[in-house]
Antibody, heavy 119, light 113 residues
């Protein structure tokens, strides 16, 4: 069974940094592209970043480019998101998402980790 | 950039009736190389992560009830629930994955009338 478990969220002051982690299991992690998607309280879904299975291709939404850094450690079956210069509008649940076998749709989602940016 | 616009924003349908949600892309998501539409639909219930329902615009994910169907091509797509059940109350999102800068629609909230 595919499992994605996010961690690293919490309360952080504006301007601070966080590193989110996603522990993957139940599939061959290195074979799949991964994404981060977030959802602000009461709002819709916002795609943030993509990383290929090898880590060689990376893309970001314009809204987070320069502040967010996606990475992965295939030896540890883990995905990461480094978030710098946090703003109030970054308050959201952050989801780790695995792509499908045959396309880039989001097949498997973690439960998410909540990041709250507030002083 | 691809902008995905869903309509309506909210919808109330009686149990057993048909529910229809629309999604319009600012650019075509139909790839000429394989004649596939890079469009997916998700269902999100309160307190849960989204769940994949439909991909390639009309292919139902394994385990999704056949009352859910997707249609459309190019820039205009529809998610149809043929006979609404109480457990279908949720927010539904479309997403394009044609561009690597994936984008979601704003969501449609489906309720029981």
């Amino acid at each position: 069974e595919v499992q994605l478990v996010e961690s690293g969220g919490g309360l952080v002051q504006p301007g601070g940094s966080l590193r989110l982690s996603c522990a993957a299991s139940g599939f061959t992690f290195r074979s799949y592209a991964m994404n981060w998607v977030r959802q602000a309280p009461g709002k819709g879904l916002e795609w943030l970043s993509y990383i290929s299975g090898s880590g060689g291709s990376i893309f970001y939404a314009d809204s987070v480019k320069g502040r967010f850094t996606i990475s992965r450690d295939n030896a540890k079956n883990s995905l990461y998101l480094q978030i710098n210069s946090l703003r109030a509008e970054d308050t959201a649940v952050y989801f780790c998402v695995r792509e499908g076998d045959s396309g880039s749709f989001s097949v498997s989602w973690g439960q998410g980790t909540l990041v709250t940016v507030s002083s | 950039d691809f902008v995905m616009t869903q309509s309506p924003e909210s919808l109330a349908v009686s149990l057993g009736e048909r529910a229809t949600i629309n999604c319009k892309s600012s650019q075509s998501v139909l790839a000429s190389s394989n004649n596939k539409n890079y469009l997916a639909w998700y269902q999100q219930k309160p307190g849960q992560p989204p769940k994949l329902l439909i991909y390639w615009a009309s292919t139902r994910e394994s385990g999704v009830p056949d009352r859910f169907s997707g249609s459309g091509s190019g820039t205009d797509f529809t998610l149809t629930i043929s006979s609404l059940q109480a457990e279908d109350v949720a927010v539904y999102y479309c997403q394009q994955y044609y561009s690597t800068l994936y984008t979601f629609g704003q969501g449609t909230k489906l309720e029981i009338k």
